[in-house]
């Protein structure tokens, strides 16, 4: 009993399209590819797109595939650049000829390896790289 409220804030978090940063209150768009839904939403020449199927470990060169797709057949535009990870991704667009805009600068990544400590307590050492 205790797991059901768990299960349904995580099928709640699973379903999320909430707008990244700079696309809160751009109109949102539904669109399917292959069985993979997006929502897509645009500002200028990039377009956020955000999986909300579910996929068991989606691997993002067939993800990113399918969003720029989705992308395309929203904007009419051709899409050069994506980057994110399976879950939600930016579309770089080329649009009535114009380039597309340059890719965002990537933020920095912490890789951490994860030591016991004892008692039951974990410590944590990170690093870039």
Do not use: N
Not at 17 to 45: I, N, Q, W, Y
Not at 52 to 68: D, I, M, N, Q, Y
Not at 78 to 93: F, H, K, N, S, T
């Amino acid at each position: 009993m205790r797991l059901v409220p768990l299960l349904a804030l995580f099928l709640v978090l699973a379903a999320c399209d909430m707008a990244g940063p700079g696309f809160s209150g751009a109109p949102k768009v539904m669109r399917e590819v292959e069985g993979t839904r997006f929502t897509l939403r645009r500002r200028g020449d990039v377009v956020e797109a955000i999986r909300t199927s579910s996929e068991v470990l989606p691997r993002f060169p067939e993800v990113a595939r399918k969003a720029g797709i989705a992308a395309q057949k929203e904007t009419g535009c051709r899409a050069l650049w994506i980057m994110g990870d399976p879950a939600m991704m930016w579309v770089g667009l080329a649009c009535a000829g114009r380039s597309a805009p340059g890719m965002p600068k990537r933020p920095h990544t912490l890789f951490c390896e994860v030591y016991d400590a004892g008692h039951g307590a974990i410590d944590l050492e990170c690093s870039r790289r």
